[in-house]
């Protein structure tokens, strides 16, 4: 079935990095991507999403790439704290569907 | 804006109980989730509601699982009766279409049965 992974469960960097977190999709239909946030005890807080029409989008320290001919997402944060230390999902959809999420990438960031 | 809320934000039970999770998504938002997170499987949509109408429920596990919106701004998710598998943190999300917009997650309920 359809389902949205990543490449890496966990990643470590020190801080002031770059970091980059890979997505892998399977669904060609999707047409909405999301990256999500989630610290211990929390729930998943939105970062940044990026729709189909595009395949880049910055925002404040991160940056979204989309590659629909592979079906390849990546979020890159830039210059890592370690208060970007937590479990970061991707999430994709297509229209008349609900968000479907991959199992998540834990980044660790020490200092 | 308080967000999404949650209660209760812990729940023990024994198995064979009752439960029942509750939500209030944020005002104006039309679409609501729940969604369940367990190390193994991750976060697994169990239903989604649009303008208060199921519109997806193909992930409620079996029927001993329930959700109701009698209204916009109230949603609750039962269990009946509760078994240790169901032991996991179940969120509710809303958001203001039912596609193509980030979902906004309430803290979430952790449930243990035991």
């Known amino acids: 079935g359809e389902s949205v992974g990543l490449h890496l469960p966990t990643l470590s960097v020190q801080e002031g990095d770059n970091s980059i977190i890979n997505c892998a999709y399977s669904?060609?239909?999707?047409?909405?991507f999301i990256w999500y946030k989630q610290e211990s005890g929390k729930g998943p807080q939105f970062i940044i999403d990026?729709?189909?029409?595009?395949d880049k989008r910055q925002g404040q320290r991160v940056t979204v790439l989309l590659n629909k001919t592979v079906k390849h997402l990546s979020l890159q944060i830039a210059a890592t704290q370690p208060g970007d230390s937590a479990v970061y999902f991707c999430a994709e959809n297509q229209a008349g569907t609900a968000l479907i999420f991959g199992k998540g990438t834990t980044l660790s960031v020490s200092s | 804006d308080a967000g999404v809320i949650q209660s209760p934000r812990h729940e023990v039970t024994e198995m064979g109980q009752e439960v029942t999770l509750r939500c209030k998504p944020i005002s104006g938002h039309n679409s609501l989730f729940w969604y369940r997170q367990t190390m193994m499987r991750g976060l697994e949509l169990l239903i989604y509601f649009n303008n208060n109408v199921p519109i997806d429920d193909s992930g409620m596990p079996e029927d001993r699982f329930s959700a109701k919106m009698p209204n916009a701004s109230f949603s609750t998710l039962k269990i009946q009766p509760s078994e240790p598998r169901d032991s996991a943190v179940y969120f509710c999300a809303s958001s203001p279409q039912a596609v193509t917009y980030g979902y906004t997650f309430g803290s979430g309920t952790r449930l243990t049965v035991v």
């Open positions: 669904n060609s239909a999707s047409d909405y």
């Open positions: 990026i729709r189909s029409n595009m």
